[in-house]
């Protein structure tokens, strides 16, 4: 059984404050790109984990991985669980802000799912990706969408149009928890730099472009703060020949760049793995 697990990338991140319980109250739009692990399951009597491919190192596949805890979590909702093997092959970055592990928690999840006959739309899937993590709701079923609270509210799913991107990462793991603090909030504090702008199904490209535009990244500056790779990023992607809108992803240090059509993306990533070989660099459809 398999399962791929895309990368998730935040189009906006809105912060708009701290709640009283520590937890930062968020509005994001959400895409997933074609970039992706990859998760298989063995069915077996045991609970088992082993990860490789080319970023496994950073990934770790000790007890605390996220497939393990995810499975572990739907487990202890369902009674007489079918479990197995995974195995994980690990392509996306670590600590990069295109939720990779929650991805790859969420596959786990839909794996197990197709294993025991469990309905997607079973509420006690996305009670076990709650109890996961906060990113692991929005990758259950992925697709575009609004993320709001911490990552437990979710909008419907969104029509939008694919949007040629290209994806880069310096390769520098940034911990989100660090960004947040970086930001400052306080509980009960506000942050109030404006409005979501509102996002309609069905938007057409040049439309869901402007309004893209309109949004931001909150976390880009504290985050720039932790890791000056990202400024050095976002000015390359921004400089990108057909390139629309440059910005980070989640809490960094993955950035985007968006464009027209896809052979001025693939040209764009081709020449940024040139002049930076050490840069993760993809180019990929997001929706």
């Known amino acids: ?41 063995t069915p077996g009597e045991a609970l088992a984990l082993t990860v490789d491919g080319p ?9 605390d991985n996220l497939v393990l805890r995810a499975a572990r979590n739907l487990r202890a909702r369902v009674e007489g669980l079918k479990v197995g093997a995974f195995a994980l092959t690990k392509y996306l970055p670590v600590a990069a802000g295109i939720g990779g592990g929650s991805s790859d928690a969420a596959a786990a999840l839909r794996l197990l799912a197709r294993a025991n006959d469990i309905a997607p739309d079973d509420t006690r899937l996305m009670e076990a990706a709650r109890a996961t993590g906060a990113d ?12 709001m609270g911490a990552g437990e509210n979710l909008g419907p799913k969104l029509d939008l149009p694919a949007i040629p991107a290209v994806l880069v990462n310096p390769r520098v793991p940034v911990e989100t928890r660090k960004v947040f603090s970086e930001l400052g ?17 069905g938007m057409g ?15 880009e500056d504290p985050a720039g703060v932790i890791a000056r790779e990202i400024v050095s990023v976002l000015a390359v992607l ?9 910005r980070m992803s989640g809490s960094g240090a993955t950035c985007f760049a968006l464009f027209d059509n896809r052979h001025h993306a693939t040209r764009a990533a081709r020449v940024i793995r040139r002049d930076h070989p050490n840069w993760w660099a993809k180019a990929t459809l997001l929706r």
């Open 205 to 219: 490209a040049d439309a869901l472009m402007s309004t893209l535009k309109k949004g931001r990244n909150d976390l």
């Open 185 to 201: 909030l306080r509980p009960g504090d506000s942050y109030g730099f404006g409005k979501h702008p509102v996002i309609e199904t």
């Open 1 to 41: 059984m398999k399962a791929r697990a895309p990368a998730k990338i935040n189009l906006t991140l809105h912060v708009l404050g701290r709640r009283d319980d520590g937890y930062h109250e968020l509005q994001s739009l959400v895409a997933f790109a074609r970039v992706c692990d990859h998760l298989t399951l």
């Open 55 to 63: 970023t496994a190192e950073a990934a770790g596949g000790g007890d």
């Open 238 to 246: 921004g400089a990108a020949r057909g390139a629309k809108l440059a």
């Open 136 to 147: 692991v709701p929005v990758c259950l079923d992925p697709a575009a969408r609004m993320m």
